[in-house]
């Protein structure tokens, strides 16, 4: 049977690396092994070893989870913003959850 | 003793981390009003403060996601977030264990609360005690409200919630101060980041400085989320301050900043 989406379980992830150093270390030492540690669909762990913050939002990641994320990826607030944006763009509207983009894919909000 | 001290505070993280790429003209007001709020908070001479905050997986996570929680250590740790980012220096800050004790132990009578004897600081705390208590030498006791992950609690339970704080602290020998950190619009952490309801706001602030109980916990989790965002959820912490404190609400300030991402506010309330 086809593995349905875990939001979850991807939100896990996120947890864990965030707030646990050595999860940290880890991650950076063999991401993709410390990934079989989670129940996972293909696309979750795709977007993950790809860090690819647009689909990982438009997944339904909470921003409070990707934000640290994206910050230990190396991508700046202003970059963050652009690629959940970006993702919307290339991957649709938000999936799940209540972090949902609001405005127009044009308009550009931060910083007014 | 009893309750001593009542406030509210936002707790956007960009209120640290981008200080320095903020207008002056617009940040230094802000700051002003923080000051004039820990001012406030000194002459009251609290023993402890409780900081009602709505925390961001810091420590909680859906796994077993409590509504409501209390610490109850004789220390905690923050920031949690990456130092470089917030500007604020990672430390320990001083709890009290055996105060938090008898204060859940007065709070259980009314409302069920989660006791952590651990428990790491987030911006929603890390921030507002940044300015509220920079030597860190005052004992803080976190209080927690879920505001991140749905279902949750309804508002007339964060009233509750503030209710007993309140009873709890008035029948302790202590001095209790209490700041409710959180909201009010603002779509963080999304591509909407910035973007601010500052008629929503002040309707909120209204309706709060007024005590309006009533008007307070009229709003649905529907209407908050479509004209305050998902952030807006955190009115909880400020629903919480005014249940406990009864009285009157005094605005130091407000005035959105998007740089900061959040109307950015700072108040007293009056103890009645």
Redesign the interface.
Known sequence: MEKIMSL?QL??V??EI??NPAIQRRAKEDFAGLLTDYDLTDEERDALLKEDIGLLYVMGV???????FA?LCGVG?SDY??K??EG?RVYGPVRAG??????GLNEK???? | MSLVFAGVCSHAPGIT??AE?ADPALRDPFYAGLDQLREALEASKPDTLIVVAGE????F???NMPAFALGMGDYYEGP???EA?LKIKRRRIPGNAELSYRLIKAMMNEIDVTYCEEW?FDHGIAVPLHFLTPRYDLAVIPANINC???PLAPLHRAWAFGEAIRHAADALPERIALVGTGGISH?????????INEVWDREFLGRWTSNDKAALLSYTDEET?RDG??GA?EIRTFISVAGAAGGKGNLLHYAPI??F?VGCTAATMAIV
């Open positions: 979850y939100q896990k996120f947890f965030n707030r909470n921003g409070q989870l990707l934000m640290h910050a607030w913003l652009e959940m944006r919307t209540v972090y949902t983009m609001t405005t909000v931060a910083g007014q | 981390s981008r790429i961001h997986f810091g420590n996570f859906m796994n949690i977030e990456d980012f790491k991140q992950g749905p779509w963080p952490c999304t591509p909407d980041s910035g973007k989320y965002g998902q959820f998007p740089i991402a």
